[in-house]
């Protein structure tokens, strides 16, 4: 079955600081990865994805993800985190016959100090 | 381009009635996703359309239905209204060829139901 695990629900982490989101998956055929943010009220924006080829990946506003096979998973990281990265973010999962179709996480909410 | 667009933004309904919601894709794209976001079940898959078709469904009950017109714009209709129904919804758009293709979302509607 089809599914993607975010362990964390809630996040806090201090301005400046690094941040590593988690996401495991379970797919039966060869998964395309996508990460997604989320303002309050608004709709998902695509931060990056990984198709195939080199295993990290490198998205938009400073994120890069890496693909880890062995370990079925797809973390997100940001070495300095700024205030207004403050969102909700969802690791997303899809391939094989489901065109259109994509497998969200739960979501992991980031909340940012100053 | 214009990106995804979604009317209305807000819809407040009662319980027994039925509600429309409108999706205008990015032009060109031919394939249009809907979700459902809710605070206890996440994003989940209503159904999708590609050329006035749909390809997949998710597991709602019937009372939630699509289509998809020629321009590719799509319509999602919810009767029967329940107060669970109460979520955003949130229609997504791609060209729809390939199976590794990124979403493009809308920034939803709001649906509220008393």
């Known amino acids: 079955a089809q599914s993607v695990t975010q362990p964390d629900i809630h996040i806090t982490v201090s301005e400046g600081a690094s941040l590593e989101l988690r996401c495991n998956y379970s797919?039966?055929?060869?998964?395309?990865l996508f990460w997604y943010v989320q303002s309050p009220g608004q709709g998902l924006q695509l931060l990056l994805k990984?198709?195939?080829?080199?295993?990290l990946v490198q998205g938009i506003k400073g994120f890069e993800a890496e693909f880890k096979r062995s370990q079925s998973s797809f973390n997100l990281r940001k070495p300095s985190v700024h205030w207004s990265d403050a969102a909700e973010y969802f690791c997303?999962?899809?391939?094989?016959?489901?065109?259109?179709?994509?497998?969200f996480g739960r979501g992991t909410q980031l909340t940012v100090w100053p | 381009k214009a990106g995804v667009t979604q009317t209305p933004r807000y819809l407040i309904k009662t319980r027994g009635q039925q509600v429309t919601l409108s999706c205008s894709p990015i032009?060109?794209?031919?394939?249009v996703s809907w979700y459902q976001q809710t605070p206890g079940q996440g994003l989940q898959f209503l159904f999708e359309?590609?050329?006035?078709?749909?390809?997949n469904k998710g597991n709602f009950p019937g009372r939630f239905s699509g289509r998809q017109f020629s321009n590719s714009r799509s319509e999602m209709n919810v009767s029967t209204l329940e107060l669970g129904d109460s979520a955003l919804y949130l229609c997504?758009?791609?060209?729809?060829?390939?199976?590794?293709?990124?979403?493009?979302f809308g920034s939803g509607t709001q649906l509220s139901v008393l």
């Open positions: 997303a999962v899809g391939g094989g016959s489901t065109l259109g179709r994509l497998y």
């Open positions: 032009s060109g794209h031919r394939s």
């Open positions: 797919y039966g055929a060869t998964p395309y």
């Open positions: 990984y198709f195939s080829g080199d295993t």
């Open positions: 997504a758009s791609s060209p729809g060829q390939a199976t590794n293709e990124k979403l493009f």
């Open positions: 359309y590609f050329s006035e078709t749909q390809r």
